[in-house]
T-cell receptor, first 116, second 111 residues
């Protein structure tokens, strides 16, 4: 089954304790992206990756890191989480930008993070 | 990326046709218009995409006037399960790497 998986689905942590949220897709998609969703603010893009070893900042990258060492994986790293990073996080993937396809994004189930 | 404006919320009743309009005055020549649906605590799901005129699939229709400065998502005969947030996105995936979802329209279907 074509899908985007995220782990963990729920996480409660404390300020300053480094954490990683994993994202994996099995559709051989080039483009991957991370979003956060907060009440009243909609979905905001954190980081995206056009392909392996190619990453770039979205609208709200502060406090986050990403890496793209393999095509299927795109982990989101919070080196020193703070309470304002408490949010619902979504990973998504799509075919390559500019491929001429619809570039429909496929989203993971979400990770609900609470930073105390 | 063209900025989009949608109503914050809408209410409708089961069995009705619902039309959600999105304004995108600064749409560029190569931009496509894409709509996503999101249920609570789930990731958005692609509904429909179009460039001009009308596009229809098994879920919805998308109407785009000739000037392309707005678009209307039409959901026929809605049910309670259509209660969700609907996002209108405008962009050219061949040019734009960033993606902007905005705040969407919260549609509430009443029995």
């Amino acid at each position: 089954e074509a899908q985007v998986t995220q782990n963990p689905r729920y996480l409660i942590t404390v300020t300053g304790k480094k954490l990683t949220v994993t994202c994996s897709q099995n559709m051989n998609h080039e483009y991957m992206s991370w979003y956060r969703q907060d009440p009243g603010l909609g979905l905001r893009q954190i980081y995206y990756s056009m392909n392996v070893e190619v990453t770039d900042k979205g609208d709200v990258p502060e406090g986050y890191k990403v890496s793209r060492k393999e095509k299927r994986n795109f982990p989101l790293i919070l080196e020193s989480p703070s309470p304002n990073q408490t949010s619902l996080y979504f990973c998504a993937s799509s075919t390559a930008v500019g491929s001429g396809d619809y570039n429909e994004q496929f989203f993971g189930p979400g990770t609900r993070l609470t930073v105390l | 990326l063209a900025k989009t404006t949608q109503p914050i919320s809408m209410d409708s009743y089961e069995g009705q046709e619902v039309n959600i309009t999105c304004s995108h005055n600064n749409i560029a020549t190569n931009d496509y218009i894409t709509w996503y649906q999101q249920f609570p605590s789930q990731g958005p799901r692609f509904i429909i995409q179009g460039y001009k005129t009308k596009v229809t699939n098994e879920v919805a229709s998308l109407f785009i006037p000739a000037d392309r400065k707005s678009s209307t998502l039409s959901l026929p005969r809605v049910s309670l399960s259509d209660t969700a947030v609907y996002y209108c996105l405008v962009g050219d995936m061949g040019r734009d790497d960033k993606i902007i979802f905005g705040k969407g329209t919260r549609l509430h279907i009443l029995p």
